[in-house]
């Protein structure tokens, strides 16, 4: 657990995507979320459960950097209309850094 924050699975794609015969980059998806948070934000529209857990893909890009993409909390709040305040006062992107 890093600030609250509960990393539920590490899934590297990379070697899935061997054991069906195919080749990837490094690749690495993380998911991760506060329970409480999630909970309450699901109690107000069940539909931002596709959006949660919170997702990361990671990779190697071809000159060596790490490459990191995700859903920014103002696209989620966004997409479910919900006030950014809502999701509260998060560094997303601090907190993403801490758990790659």
């Known amino acids: 657990m890093v600030k609250g924050v509960t990393i539920y699975a590490r899934i590297d794609q990379q070697a899935e995507a061997a054991m069906a015969g195919l080749e990837l980059p490094e690749l690495e ?3 991760f979320g506060n329970p409480k948070v999630g909970g309450a934000l699901i109690s107000l529209n069940p539909l931002v459960a596709l959006d949660l857990p919170l997702k990361v893909v990671a990779w190697k890009e071809d ?6 993409a995700y859903n920014t909390l103002d696209f989620i709040s966004n997409r479910y209309a919900f006030a950014r305040e809502v999701l509260g006062a998060v560094d997303l992107s601090g907190l993403i850094k801490q758990i790659l």
Do not use: P, V
């Not at 000159?63 to 990191?68: E, K, N, V, Y």
């Open 29 to 31: 998806f993380i998911l």
């Open 63 to 68: 000159i060596g950097r790490t490459a990191i």
